[in-house]
């Protein structure tokens, strides 16, 4: 067992609302020195929040959580395991690799977080209507927990996430059922990262692929010289006989003479 697994603990809260569960993550992670590490639905609305980092902030951050929980009367259960062994990592959503798996950096980081949960969809779609037509909000998006609860996520300022939730809980209960509501005011980075958030609103990552370790070098065709076949001609030889002496010359100027005459 490496020393990373061996100081390590996790601690886990679950809840019976959405909003409930990122507001009792918010607490732990701002209760101490702990990470978000991300959620677990297992359906009926039970929403399990998993935080990692040393016993004694774990442990502190799961008391104060709780305490937020009991307080909304969602508490289902709560959990601190010291030094869990490598296997859990394996096959359970609590490691800290999912750390790394980044999808895109929100256009709505920064803003306060408003979270409105119904049971039953139309009342949470009417619910996001009355909302973006009351106030300056935008909404992220929205999460489904199974047996009917689902609960619409908005971003904005502090103020305009409160307006517009006083208005979407209104719309929620003439059309349907009410759940529950939850306000972030300056939600933290591990926050950010896993709170939901619609494709619309992250910024595409360019991702540059690895070049290969050895590039395989240009094949170039050998282009040999052509051998080019060029035709025979025959040639005619003509001798000349060339006159060796004076007077010879002399014979012969005059043998052309009488032939002209």
Same mark, same amino acid.
């Given at each position: 067992?490496?020393?990373?697994?061996? =100081?390590?603990?996790?601690?886990?809260?679950?809840?019976?609302?959405?909003? &409930?569960?990122?507001?009792?993550?918010?607490?732990?992670?701002?209760?101490?020195?702990?990470?978000?590490?991300?959620?677990? #639905?297992?359906?009926?609305?039970?929403?399990?929040?998993? @935080? +990692?980092?040393?016993?004694?902030?774990?442990?502190? &951050?799961?008391?104060?959580?709780?305490?937020?929980?009991?307080?909304?009367?969602?508490?289902?259960?709560?959990?601190?395991?010291? +030094?869990?062994?490598?296997?859990? *990592?394996?096959?359970?959503?609590?490691?800290? +690799? @999912?750390?790394?798996?980044?999808?895109?950096?929100? #256009?709505?980081?920064?803003?306060?977080?408003?979270?409105?949960?119904?049971?039953?969809?139309?009342?949470?779609?009417?619910? !996001?209507?009355? !909302?973006?037509?009351?106030?300056? @909000?935008?909404?992220?998006?929205?999460?489904?927990?199974? &047996?009917?609860?689902?609960? &619409?996520?908005? +971003?904005?300022? /502090?103020?305009?996430?409160?307006?517009?939730? *006083?208005?979407?809980?209104?719309?929620?209960?003439?059309?349907?059922?009410?759940?529950?509501?939850?306000?972030?005011?300056?939600?933290?980075? *591990?926050?950010?990262?896993? @709170?939901?958030?619609?494709?619309?609103?992250? $910024?595409?990552?360019?991702?540059?692929? =690895?070049?290969?370790?050895?590039?395989?070098?240009?094949?170039?065709?050998?282009?040999?010289?052509?051998?080019?076949?060029?035709?025979?001609?025959?040639? $005619?030889? /003509?001798?000349?006989?060339?006159?060796?002496?004076?007077? =010879?010359? #002399?014979?012969?100027?005059?043998?052309?003479?009488? *032939?002209?005459?």
């Amino acid at each position: 067992m490496s020393n990373i697994h061996a =100081e390590s603990a996790i601690g886990l809260i679950s809840t019976r609302s959405f909003p &409930a569960m990122v507001g009792t993550a918010d607490m732990m992670i701002k209760s101490a020195a702990v990470t978000l590490v991300g959620y677990e #639905k297992i359906g009926g609305g039970y929403c399990t929040a998993v @935080i +990692r980092g040393r016993f004694p902030d774990v442990k502190l &951050a799961v008391a104060a959580g709780a305490e937020v929980a009991e307080q909304m009367d969602e508490l289902i259960c709560q959990s601190v395991i010291s +030094r869990p062994f490598p296997n859990l *990592d394996a096959v359970l959503p609590i490691s800290d +690799r @999912i750390l790394a798996q980044i999808v895109g950096k929100s #256009k709505l980081n920064n803003l306060a977080i408003g979270l409105l949960e119904t049971r039953g969809f139309p009342a949470m779609v009417g619910a !996001m209507d009355a !909302m973006l037509k009351t106030a300056d @909000i935008y909404v992220a998006g929205y999460e489904k927990t199974g &047996a009917g609860f689902c609960t &619409a996520i908005i +971003r904005g300022t /502090v103020s305009n996430v409160t307006i517009a939730l *006083d208005v979407g809980m209104s719309a929620a209960e003439s059309i349907g059922e009410l759940r529950s509501i939850m306000v972030i005011p300056r939600p933290l980075e *591990d926050l950010e990262r896993t @709170i939901p958030t619609a494709s619309y609103w992250l $910024e595409q990552v360019l991702v540059i692929p =690895e070049q290969e370790e050895k590039q395989q070098p240009l094949a170039i065709p050998l282009r040999l010289p052509q051998s080019v076949s060029v035709p025979l001609v025959e040639v $005619e030889v /003509v001798e000349v006989e060339i006159a060796n002496t004076t007077e =010879e010359l #002399k014979l012969a100027e005059n043998r052309s003479a009488r *032939d002209l005459e």
